[in-house]
């Protein structure tokens, strides 16, 4: 079971090793050490928001903007946790919690479209092996590309800041396709964040003021929707 998780968990490696390697290229160009950038993804784990993490590093953001930000943009982990936990009510509890902190978009999306592994003998190994693939592949990548950060001209390093916003559009074009009031919410949190920054608000601050007023404003559109 674990040989075959490897072998199903083998192309999320290979997603992640480029954007994980423009991570440590860009964290170690915003200001941070290999240690803490490597750390990051060692204890985070989640791509967006250690790319978020590390661009508000760069334009100079407090801890606890850095901290509310990230959170809100990773709530939706409380949802696939509760799914995934769901999916395995018949495994003991010592494994839930470890697979659970390894969840991610990409090994979740594969967990669930392979439930039945569950059911199985030692069908855990099946989902640990997912998950320790993707988790070694985006520490490493990291760490390589933290090193390559301090090789590489700044200016291609620079350009690489575009994968930053490839990654959320990337997350926001399924959902836009699907609802188009989804593309008014981002719309609306991007305004409120721009207007913040012209009133003299930090950057840090600005993002968390957009994001949390352009979730809050999700919540009125789309539930005026199912009505």
Known sequence: MFKRGLMVGFPIML???PIALTYGVLARQSGMSLLELTLMSV??????SQFMGA????????AVEIVIATFILNFRHFVMNLSFM????????KWKAPLSLGLTDETFAVSALHSEEAKKEKGVYFYAAI????????VLGSL???LLGDIIPHAL??????????????LLVPSVKKNIKVGLIAIIA????????????????????????????????LKEEEA
Do not use: K
């Open 15 to 17: 997603g992640y090793i």
């Open 43 to 48: 204890l985070v784990f989640a791509g967006a």
């Open 55 to 62: 661009n508000m590093i760069a334009v100079g953001a407090g």
């Open 86 to 93: 769901n999916q395995l009510r018949n495994i003991p509890l």
């Open 131 to 138: 998950i320790l693939v993707a988790y070694l592949s985006w």
């Open 144 to 146: 390589v590309g933290g």
């Open 157 to 170: 390093s620079q350009s690489m800041g575009i994968a930053l916003y490839a990654m959320f559009i990337g």
């Open 190 to 221: 991007m305004l409120l964040n721009a207007l913040c920054v012209q009133l003299g608000m930090s950057s840090g601050w600005a993002i968390v003021v957009g994001t949390i007023i352009g979730a809050l404003s999700g919540i009125y559109l």
